[in-house]
């Protein structure tokens, strides 16, 4: 599909652009994605400017016509989309002054590509939020059944990488559901500050006509109009709080993928990941490697990096418009890819993986229950900085019999203290242990599954309410 060379902003111009400068102005490169909501924007604006005169019906309906056939061609890949054409804005633009003549232009009275552009963003970012959390939910639903079936299984549970108490892998699983819980609402509250209409803003001070802002609102789904147009064309505060919270989202996926990555080696073997979730070696014919995972920690970086660069450009950005800001959406789109495919990986890798229940009951150190001792002494009534003494003199002495704690014989215990009794026995279980931290939020059996029970209500009200 051929179109004009010549600029919608020529008139001023002598000079024609310089080759590398049209190259390196140009953004239709990557900005190509946003022509449905360019079109939709468009499209309003047409319906707009009609109601106050500016476009009678007749035009009105003949470029809502021609707009659907450009909307065609682009998804059609039948409209060549080139640097001279600089952005999404003007390849719609021009291509439908082609088809529908010169009142093709009259859709850019009163409208800026300022205002144009924040628009676009925020429609995008209203689909890039909606898949996302669509995404962290079908994440959520396997946890919640990772945990169910997983509910008897008694693992380590580690500070600085030392084992610390007996926790159920259920328990451990439902700590990532609630971290994905608060970047899900970090999403969504996001999306509530961004749920405003800049269109109307014009270049900074405003459209000079009378368009109806909450018409226009209405007709694209936003709830409210922006207050302020100045802030309008120069806020990019709504892409920096996706990438915000995708970041704190990369880093909850990259700190489980660091313990499934440990977990799942021949050292450890508390996991296996499914092989169609790892790759293998080009060299050692036995290696499985979980490759999967360490590209979702790999791209967390990637992540990071991206709200780097965003908010780099921004500090320094005078109000209102200015160039740098078309850097804002590679990073945006880079993030959306990125976040939509490592949550759909770590999810696939997840629900897949095989868990060893023996491997994680043997691993179980011998001094693992050192504070449930601890805790006995505290219910025979002795202060718990006494009982920690106590019970850190019998660490020493299991240490130095070679010996786990459990297997110290009660002549021992009550050398240490005479608070031991015959009854010490009976707190010297990795499942006592997580039984007795039942209370809400513990690792026992019914706080867990409480957890769980929270968990899948939640995801039903989720459903309900898109339903209702």
């Not at 051929?2 to 310089?18: C, M, Q, Y």
């Not at 007749?58 to 409209?79: M, N, P, S, T």
């Not at 150190?365 to 219910?379: E, P």
């Not at 009976?426 to 209370?439: F, I, K, M």
Request: glycine share 8%; charged share 30%.
């Amino acid at each position: 599909m051929r179109h004009s060379k010549k600029k919608p902003w020529a008139g001023r111009f002598v000079k024609t652009t310089e080759a590398v400068v049209e190259r390196f102005n140009a953004s239709i490169g990557f900005d190509r994605r946003l022509y449905r909501v360019d079109i939709e924007g468009s499209r309003a604006q047409t319906k707009a400017l009609e109601r106050i005169g500016v476009l009678t019906a007749e035009e009105r309906d003949r470029i809502l016509g021609g707009l659907d056939r450009v909307e065609e061609e682009i998804a059609a890949g039948k409209l060549a989309l080139t640097d001279d054409l600089e952005d999404i804005h003007m390849a719609v633009e021009v291509r439908l002054t082609e088809i529908v003549g010169p009142v093709g232009g009259k859709i850019h009275t009163g409208r800026s590509r300022n205002d144009q552009v924040a628009l676009d963003e925020r429609l995008y970012l209203r689909e890039a939020i909606g898949g996302t959390v669509d995404r962290i939910d079908r994440l959520e639903a396997v946890l919640l059944d990772s945990a169910e079936r997983h509910i008897e299984v008694v693992m380590p549970g580690y500070t600085h990488l030392q084992q610390a108490q007996p926790v159920r892998f259920s328990q451990y699983t439902m700590a990532l559901f609630w971290m994905l819980e608060r970047d899900r609402g970090r999403f969504v509250d996001g999306a509530a500050r961004a749920d405003a209409m800049p269109l109307g803003s014009g270049a900074l001070a405003g459209s000079a006509y009378p368009v109806d802002r909450a018409f226009l609102a209405s007709e694209l789904g936003f709830s409210r109009v922006t207050e302020n147009s100045i802030d309008a064309v120069s806020d990019r505060d709504y892409l920096l709080e996706y990438l915000s919270a995708a970041a704190i989202l990369m880093g909850h996926l990259s700190r489980f993928c660091e313990d499934l990555i440990v977990w799942s080696s021949s050292e450890f073997g508390f996991v296996a990941l499914d092989e169609a979730c790892s790759t293998g070696s080009s060299m050692m014919p036995q290696k499985v490697n979980p490759d999967s995972l360490e590209l979702v920690r790999g791209k967390t970086g990637r992540v990071y990096g991206n709200l780097t660069s965003l908010l780099t450009v921004m500090k320094g950005m005078p109000l209102t418009y200015a160039k740098d800001m078309q850097e804002d959406k590679e990073p945006f789109f880079d993030t959306v890819d990125t976040v939509w495919m490592a949550l759909e990986v770590f999810a696939g890798a997840w629900a897949t993986m095989s868990v060893h229940k023996g491997r994680m009951s043997t691993a179980l150190d011998g001094m693992i229950l050192a504070t449930d001792l601890a805790d006995y002494l505290v219910r025979k009534g002795m202060p718990f900085r006494a009982c920690h003494q106590v019970v850190g003199k019998l660490v020493r002495t299991a240490l130095e019999r070679g010996m786990r704690l459990e297997d110290l014989d009660l002549e021992t215990f009550q050398a240490a203290s005479d608070r031991f009794e015959a009854d010490v026995e009976e707190v010297l279980s990795p499942e006592r242990s997580t039984a007795l931290r039942d209370l809400p939020g513990g690792t026992g059996r019914k706080a867990v599954q409480d957890q769980i029970a929270a968990g899948w209500q939640r995801l039903a009200e989720r459903i309900k309410e898109a339903e209702g």
